[in-house]
Every structure is written in structure tokens, then in C-alpha cells.
């Protein structure tokens, strides 16, 4: 009788969770009914500001010591090249280290054969002065570090800048689409269900690739890289009702 008891208690509790579930979502889905979803999308046209040059600065040796020594030489003598040549340290920026073993598989064993040590910098300019690049590219070239591309850029004070100019625009396109909509439907534009901000689309511009290209080619195409207009979009997503 306990265990009947019991089971029949359990029954009751959870036919009361199921209760208030249907409840809630009863109470909950009528203010998705009788709406309209639509995406807003805006895309602009933006002047970069920063010119990043990157180089990647590559060394091997038999242990992480000796490849790390290497690097830190090569990375040194960039940093004073460009140092000698105006360029302010703050300039000069880290992406990516490491220091990581390599291994030869042949024998099925993995066996270390050496170490690695990788240093990805970023040598950031104003984008009006684009015109030294070439000098960028000459320490990079007195040091052995080893150019790998060239970027347009937005400072992280124009990219929130733009971003809230897209996103803004992208809004106004999903409440134009809504309320035309609405009209076909012959119905009004009720108020604002939910928002999704679906994309922003920046991403740094490639200028040029260096990717197996000679120290001259690469100051031969720095030479014309010129900044100009870049696009960047938003996409929003809305729900409204409709009455």
C-alpha cells in the first residue's frame, strides 16, 4: 500500500509539472502569433585607416632554447630596424608565438628531429601613410624576417564606429520590409517581437599576398597599394506583430 501510495503521489507531481508547462507555453505563444519575421540587411562603404604589414619570423634549432634564441635575434633585429627608421615600438605588435617540437614519422615512431619556434608581428601604419611601406618591407628584409601580407585595417575605434552605423541601417531595412509587408497583407504594423542580429561583416581587406614572393616584388606591389573604399555589411533579423 506505501509503494501504491507512493507511485500515485509521483503521478500527481508530475502530471502538475506537466500542467503548469502547458501553461506556460500556452501564455507564452500568443505573442508569436499573427507576426511577420524579416531580415533587414545594409551594407557601406568605409575608408581604412591602418595599413598592417605582416611578417613571420621562422627558426629551427636542436632543442626549444636554441630555436627560441634564434627567433628572439631575428624578432630584436626587426624591431630595432624599424625603430632606427621612425617607427615607434608601439607600432610593432605580437599576432602569434610558439615554440613546438617536430617530429620525423618515417620510422613510425615520431621521433624529434629539432625544435620551432614561430613569431607572428604586425607592423601597423596609418593608412595615409601607405607610402612607407617599402621601409617596413627593407627591415624586414636587413633582419631575414619574412614578409607574409599586407592588410587594409579598421582601428577598433572606427570598426565600433561602423558597426553601429551598419547595424543601425540594417534595422531600418527590416522595419521598411515589415511595414510593406504588413500593407500587402492589407493588415498595420504592430510592435516589436524580437530582434536577432544575424551577421556583421568586417573582416580585415588582403592588399597583397607575399606568399612566395621575393623581397623586390614585394616593394615593387607596396609601391602601388593605395587605400581606397571597402565594403561592410550588417544583417538583422526582426519580428513584428501584425494587427
Given at each position: 500500500m506505501k509503494m501504491e501510495k507512493s507511485v500515485?503521489?509521483?503521478?500527481?507531481?508530475?502530471?502538475?509539472?506537466?500542467?503548469?508547462?502547458?501553461?506556460l507555453l500556452n501564455s507564452l505563444s500568443?505573442?508569436?502569433?499573427?507576426?511577420?519575421?524579416?531580415?533587414?540587411?545594409?551594407?557601406?562603404?568605409?575608408?581604412?585607416?591602418?595599413v598592417g604589414v605582416y611578417f613571420t619570423v621562422d627558426s629551427e634549432g636542436a632543442t626549444s632554447n636554441e630555436a627560441?634564441?634564434?627567433?628572439?635575434?631575428?624578432?630584436?633585429?626587426?624591431?630595432?630596424?624599424?625603430?632606427?627608421?621612425?617607427?615607434?615600438?608601439?607600432?610593432?605588435?605580437?599576432?602569434?608565438?610558439?615554440?613546438?617540437p617536430e617530429y620525423d614519422y618515417r620510422t613510425g615512431t615520431g621521433k624529434i628531429t629539432g625544435y620551432r619556434a614561430t613569431h607572428s608581428l604586425k607592423v601597423e601604419l596609418s593608412a595615409n601613410e601607405?607610402?612607407?611601406?617599402?621601409?617596413?618591407?627593407?627591415?624586414?628584409?636587413?633582419?631575414?624576417?619574412?614578409?607574409?601580407y599586407i592588410n587594409f585595417e579598421l582601428s577598433q575605434e572606427n570598426q565600433n564606429k561602423y558597426k553601429a552605423e551598419a547595424m543601425k541601417l540594417a534595422a531600418q531595412d527590416a522595419t521598411s520590409k515589415a511595414e510593406g509587408v504588413a500593407e500587402g497583407l492589407g493588415k498595420s504594423l504592430?510592435?516589436?517581437?524580437?530582434?536577432?542580429?544575424?551577421?556583421?561583416?568586417?573582416?580585415?581587406?588582403?592588399?597583397?599576398?607575399?606568399?612566395?614572393?621575393?623581397?623586390?616584388?614585394?616593394?615593387?606591389?607596396?609601391?602601388?597599394?593605395?587605400?581606397?573604399?571597402?565594403?561592410?555589411?550588417?544583417?538583422?533579423?526582426?519580428?513584428?506583430?501584425?494587427r
Open positions: 500515485q503521489t509521483t503521478l500527481i507531481i508530475v502530471a502538475g509539472v506537466i500542467i503548469i508547462v502547458l501553461i500568443p505573442s508569436y502569433k499573427n507576426t511577420i519575421s524579416v531580415a533587414g540587411t545594409a551594407t557601406i562603404e568605409v575608408m581604412p585607416d591602418l627560441a634564441d634564434k627567433n628572439s635575434g631575428i624578432t630584436d633585429a626587426l624591431i630595432n630596424s624599424l625603430i632606427s627608421k621612425g617607427f615607434e615600438r608601439d607600432d610593432i605588435k605580437t599576432v602569434s608565438y610558439s615554440v613546438y601607405s607610402e612607407k611601406i617599402g621601409d617596413v618591407i627593407d627591415s624586414g628584409v636587413d633582419s631575414e624576417a619574412g614578409i607574409s504592430g510592435s516589436l517581437v524580437s530582434v536577432t542580429i544575424n551577421d556583421y561583416g568586417y573582416v580585415p581587406w588582403l592588399a597583397y599576398d607575399a606568399a612566395g614572393a621575393s623581397s623586390a616584388e614585394a616593394k615593387e606591389a607596396a609601391a602601388s597599394i593605395v587605400p581606397n573604399e571597402q565594403q561592410i555589411s550588417a544583417t538583422v533579423t526582426a519580428v513584428y506583430k501584425i
